[in-house]
């Protein structure tokens, strides 16, 4: 988890905020992370594959060739470097390792979601999976 600290003037006091959880920089390229708001309405769709991790950008690639950009909930993922894993709850799936993705496809890709922290400028962002929950095959 990175810890950030936002300090403000204000006139006749000071402010600084103590944000918990991922780092909300794109820039940011030692998480590769692409995170969304959470919400209560998930998508229920199951998608089964291999996480891949290529150029800062996470992927879901399956049988096929096929492969979508994995934006995760935030702030229910961690990214677990020394690892290369990713949590999401209870579950952790490592690059390279098959799991089950709970989630939906993205109808537009990555150019109308609210990001959280955006996948970097590299990433194919033309198909994208909302995941909502990770599970092992």
């Given at each position: 988890?990175?810890?950030?600290?936002?300090?403000?003037?204000l006139p006749g006091a000071g402010?600084?905020?103590?944000?918990?959880?991922?780092?909300?920089?794109?820039?940011?390229?030692?998480?590769?992370?692409?995170?969304?708001?959470?919400?209560?309405?998930?998508?229920?769709?199951?998608?089964?594959?291999?996480?891949?991790?290529?150029?800062?950008?996470?992927?879901?690639?399956?049988?096929?060739?096929?492969?979508?950009?994995?934006?995760?909930?935030?702030?229910?993922?961690?990214?677990?470097?020394?690892?290369?894993?990713?949590?999401?709850?209870?579950?952790?799936?490592?690059?390279?390792?098959?799991?089950?993705?709970?989630?939906?496809?993205?109808?537009?890709?990555?150019?109308?979601?609210?990001?959280?922290?955006?996948?970097?400028?590299?990433?194919?962002?033309?198909?994208?999976?909302?995941?909502?929950?990770?599970?092992?095959?």
């Amino acid at each position: 988890m990175v810890n950030r600290y936002i300090c403000a003037a204000l006139p006749g006091a000071g402010a600084c905020l103590l944000l918990l959880g991922a780092s909300c920089s794109s820039g940011d390229r030692a998480n590769p992370l692409a995170l969304y708001p959470a919400s209560p309405e998930g998508h229920m769709a199951l998608l089964r594959g291999t996480l891949e991790l290529e150029d800062s950008c996470l992927y879901v690639a399956v049988e096929g060739g096929e492969r979508w950009l994995a934006a995760f909930p935030h702030p229910a993922t961690e990214w677990i470097a020394g690892d290369r894993a990713v949590r999401v709850e209870d579950t952790v799936l490592r690059v390279g390792e098959k799991g089950t993705f709970q989630g939906g496809e993205a109808g537009t890709g990555s150019t109308a979601i609210p990001w959280v922290q955006a996948p970097a400028e590299s990433c194919d962002g033309s198909r994208v999976w909302l995941v909502t929950g990770l599970g092992k095959p």
